[in-house]
């Protein structure tokens, strides 16, 4: 917030609402404008030429920037506490970005084993291809990395809390080994916001995020953005994205995105205390076998998730007595809460990942990869909590007890 000087930093609210962006640069105008220009005309032709080389700053073509798009990437950095930030126009946008700039034919990653289903799939079926190796590990034991990682080694990724089941990895430790060896650590912040953690500051290089579900927060786009210090920024932009996958965020989006962010911290607490509500009240019931949520005292993540993390956010997984089929019955006795896939939206959506997110998994892979088919995942939304007990309690009561 460029108006007036002040010591003290703002807080996480007040920079989500106002960093980086001075309505009197405007006209006054509160929100920032949306620049719907793909190209940027030069004062000169020397003017293109330095900006072309990079000597001189500014505009010149959307795929290499956009003032609308800059303000959500300074805001994003700032609110992870980063240098800077790129905004892309998927989640998978802004992962692919980072691993097409990093590696080399001859390189390893090294991977949580539990990924959202896309990533999984461009690590085991894809990536191969262009000579690059994928092991996969269960991150959540530092030691298991210690043993794995070798100079070879240059990402090494995860998601946590993990997307479907709940795995938390260990941010600190992890990010410690990967120093000794000189890997650039990934890590996945999609189901947190940097309102409930910051990987940055515990020590990770860069953070990812589908945009399109918590910092969006409404449903109605994809985005994705990468944070990290500014020499790797520059280059993930330039070569990432700019050169190679093209991801590239529309003004409008990066606008609705900003939009989002004005009430992340709000929803995000309202998310977090409805779903700690909600999984007290899911693991109690007779037809559920086990509910997986770090705000459980019963998790075997709790403690690290009371550390990590400010809050336990708005994700809960669970399995009931019946499997599959019951959880089945269970999505479609719902009256209340939509059947859908994605996430942190203001409605509850509730999701079977082995036959949707997480259909690229083989049977028999997701075992070994950490998750059942009879898991079941919930993205509490921001409904009145007992509405949405009412008719998750209703739905279980309606199974028959197996
Ligand atoms: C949705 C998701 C992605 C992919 O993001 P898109 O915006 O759908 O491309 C990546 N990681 C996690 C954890 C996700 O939930």
């Not at 080389?53 to 956009?66: I, P, T, V």
């Not at 007290?280 to 509910?291: T, W």
């Amino acid at each position: 917030m460029q108006a007036k000087k002040r010591n003290t930093p703002y807080g996480f609210a007040t920079r989500a609402i106002h960093h980086g962006y001075n309505p009197q640069d405007y006209h006054g105008a509160l929100n920032p404008p949306i620049f719907m220009s793909s190209t940027f005309g030069f004062k000169d032709s020397g003017h293109g030429t330095e900006l072309f080389s990079g000597d001189a700053e500014g505009y010149f073509y959307h795929r290499a920037g956009n003032p609308t798009v800059s303000v959500l990437e300074n805001r994003l950095a700032e609110l992870e506490g980063a240098e800077a930030g790129i905004a892309t126009s998927s989640g998978m946008g802004a992962i692919t970005a980072a691993f097409w700039t990093l590696l080399n034919s001859g390189d390893e990653i090294i991977a949580d084993k539990t990924l959202y289903g896309c990533t999984f799939s461009v690590l085991q079926h894809h990536i191969g291809r262009f000579g690059v190796k994928t092991t996969f590990i269960d991150m959540s034991n530092p030691d298991e990395l210690a043993r794995a990682i070798s100079g070879n080694t240059r990402i090494v990724y995860c998601e946590t809390p993990a997307n479907p089941n709940m795995r938390l990895v260990d941010i600190a430790a992890i990010a410690e080994i990967c120093k000794q060896y000189d890997a650039s650590f990934i890590v996945d912040n999609t189901y947190c916001t940097p309102y409930l953690q910051r990987p940055i500051e515990l020590g990770a290089d860069i953070v990812v995020h589908s945009a399109t579900k918590y910092l969006g927060g409404h449903g109605d786009l994809l985005a994705g953005a990468v944070i990290a210090n500014r020499e790797m920024i520059d280059q993930i932009r330039s070569v990432g994205l700019t050169e190679m996958n093209g991801a590239i965020i529309s003004s409008l989006d990066a606008f609705l995105i900003m939009r989002g962010l004005k009430t992340l911290q709000l929803r995000m607490d309202r998310h977090s205390q409805t779903a700690l509500k909600l999984a007290k009240l899911l693991q109690d019931h007779p037809a559920v076998d086990i509910v997986y949520y770090p705000g459980l005292v019963s998790s075997p993540f709790h403690q690290l998730a009371s550390r990590q993390m400010s809050q336990y956010g708005g994700m809960i997984a669970l399995e009931l007595k019946g499997g599959i089929e019951a959880g089945r019955n269970f999505m479609d006795a719902l009256q209340l809460v939509t059947s859908a896939v994605s996430l942190g939206d203001a409605e509850t959506l509730v999701q079977h990942p082995a036959s949707m997110t997480h259909a690229k998994y083989e049977p028999e892979e997701r075992e070994k990869h950490g998750f059942t088919d009879g898991l079941i995942r919930i993205s509490v939304g921001l409904e009145d909590y007992d509405d949405l007990a009412t008719d998750m309690s209703d739905a279980l009561s309606s199974l028959k007890q197996g």
